[in-house]
């Protein structure tokens, strides 16, 4: 799950309760460099550039709050795919092959790997705004 840094606070106040701080795991190797900690099997990843529409939210009383648009995808959502070559490859074809006039050229970068998407309704668009925000 990708989430904005704005939650993290809020985060931290449900460690114990089936969240787990990165810092807590048994060894930080497997940690990516934005996340934040698990529950269960799904890690939380933090971003500043994750969506968040400003005041967004109304409440029956008028104030508003942020809502925040968390992504969340299943780890068969998505694939690896390993391609031949092994290599990047930098491909470049000069204007000279484009015609008389030369006025096009193409260039294009060809890695050795690739993903994909497998299955789309492994992921998930989770929606909130903070509990403090709208005095529940």
């Given amino acids: 799950m990708i989430s ?5 606070s809020d985060f931290d106040a449900l460690v114990g309760q089936g969240v787990l701080n990165n810092w807590n795991y048994p060894s930080n190797a497997s940690a990516l460099p934005l ?13 500043s ?12 009383l008028g104030e508003t ?3 925040y648009y968390n992504a969340v995808m299943g780890k068969q959502a998505v694939t690896h795919i ?4 092994f290599s990047m490859n930098l491909i470049y074809r000069g204007p000279e092959f484009s015609g008389m006039l030369q006025q096009n050229c193409t260039l294009a970068v060809k890695f050795a790997q ?8 492994a ?9 403090s925000a709208l005095g529940v």
Avoid: F, K
């Fill in 4 to 8: 904005s840094t704005e939650l993290q």
């Fill in 35 to 47: 996340e934040w900690g698990s529950v269960y099997n799904l890690r939380i990843l933090t971003s």
């Fill in 123 to 131: 992921i998930r668009n989770l929606v909130c705004t903070r509990d």
């Fill in 49 to 60: 550039e994750a969506p968040v529409a400003r005041n967004a939210a109304i409440n029956n």
């Fill in 114 to 121: 690739s993903q994909a998407l497998t299955q789309d309704t």
């Fill in 82 to 85: 390993s391609q031949d070559g």
């Fill in 65 to 67: 709050a942020d809502v």
